[in-house]
């Protein structure tokens, strides 16, 4: 019966701190307004090829 009211304050307690996280404004900036983005180029195509060998990698190793 402890383990489960231990369970429960943790939750509460987590949808409480989300909340008050929630609840904050942002800060103003400070200076010149920043760029609209940044470009999204080959560092993404890298990484998704580097998970997919690891992946296979890993399908090999289990047999």
Known sequence: MKK???IY???FFFVFVSLV???KTP???IG???EPGLPIDGGLFY????????GVYELKKKK
């Open 27 to 29: 800060p103003t900036p």
């Open 4 to 6: 489960k009211s231990n």
């Open 9 to 11: 304050i943790l939750c």
């Open 21 to 23: 996280g929630y609840s």
């Open 47 to 54: 990484l998704l090829i580097s998970g997919v060998l690891y």
């Open 32 to 34: 010149p307004p920043a």
